[in-house]
């Protein structure tokens, strides 16, 4: 038995070797980038104007119109001293501008501009460069793609990115009692459920499942089962089956599949049997049936090894603290993680604690931590990771 730091450091020293391959910047969403970004040339790349309005050529009240530039123009207007254009936003402006202002400050009379006030030198001009200049860094590698992130690559003209590889997951339930939802089922069954979770908790960090497996709790049908899915994938996540029942096959399953144990049974609560294991460079969780076991595992220890094998710098979810609403002490013996919900900066821990109760963590939206013994008063700090 490890302690939840222990299993977390254990999963944090993996040496991994990290893959990469080339993406199209509409499908570049959530990959960290497998290399250094440099600006190819100065952004914005010519002096703009930012309003609809009229570039003018000295700081005056009033001035000749002497024609009109709009957004993708290329033409080279000359204007001299008291002569002025029409501009619209985005639209170069012409080489002498002393300052753009904007339409509604202005009155038009026959070929004559009047302003409402004085202009301000460079007032509404985009300068060449003034968001990067050319050569200048805009990413190191390993930034994570967020939209922002596509627009930039976009506005520099990047068709195409070199981002790391994410892994290959693949999914197996194990149980004998388990029934896919809408079939029938009798006495005894119940319908699976977790995969919906992990495959759900996958989507929402941008993973997917490759293959998705339901065996049933037999040792041959278990050991086959885990080297077919490990014939396809970088992470293979196992739900149930892990326990010390005499139905419980997947530990001996994975060991006769030549995958070596990391680390068995971690002093919390949920989770206690979870298994972590390693083949080469493929790496198995074995979560807990229980369905808030095997969801609290994929947040804590899952998702810090999808994000580290898919070249994130930091991986996990971060750790926030926020104050009780209420007092609460951990009757559990086991540090524990809690099915919360954080409203209005405040943690109400929920009620339906159970390994087995999925319905306060569907309501909820954190998971809070409490360590063993510990007591809290209305207004003491708890930590929290929230996962929607
Ligand atoms: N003698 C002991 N018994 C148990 C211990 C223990 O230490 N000693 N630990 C308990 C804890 S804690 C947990 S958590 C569970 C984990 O057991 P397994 O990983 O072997 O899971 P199963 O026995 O297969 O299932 C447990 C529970 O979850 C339901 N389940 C399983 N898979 C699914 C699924 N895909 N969808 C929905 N529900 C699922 C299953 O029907 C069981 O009710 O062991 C305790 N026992
Ligand atoms: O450790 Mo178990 O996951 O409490 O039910």
Partial sequence: MVTIEEALHIIEDQKIILKSETKPLEESLGYALATNTASPFDVPEFDNSAMDGYALCGLYQGYQLVGEVAAGDSKEILM???????????????QNTSAVMMQEKTSV???????DEMPKAGQNI????????????????GHILNPPSLALMGSLGLENLKVFSKPRVNIITTGNELVKPGQPKTEGQIYESNSYAISGALQQFGFEHHQKTQ??????????????ALES??????????????YDFVKQSLEENGVNELFYKVFQKPGKPLYFGRKG??????????????????????LPLLQKLSGYPKAGLTTYQ????HAYENRFGRPSFLKAAVFD??????DGQGSSMIQSMAKGNALAFIDKEEKLEEGDLIKCKLIS
């Fill in 109 to 115: 009379k026959e070929n004559t501009l009047f302003l």
């Fill in 126 to 141: 985009r300068k060449k460069g003034g968001q990067l200049e050319e050569g200048q860094e805009v990413f190191i590698e």
């Fill in 80 to 94: 001299n001293d008291g002569e002025a254009v029409r501009i619209f936003t985005g639209a170069k402006v012409p």
């Fill in 345 to 350: 900066g405040k943690v109400e821990i929920l």
């Fill in 281 to 302: 460079n493929q790496f198995v969780f074995a979560l807990p049936g229980n369905p808030a076991s095997s969801l609290t595992c994929f947040y804590v220890y899952v």
């Fill in 215 to 228: 065996i049933q709790d037999d040792f041959e049908a278990t050991k086959a089962g885990i080297k077919t």
């Fill in 322 to 325: 926020f104050p009780i609403k």
């Fill in 233 to 246: 994938c970088d992470i293979l996540i196992i739900s149930g089956g892990i326990s010390v029942g005499d």
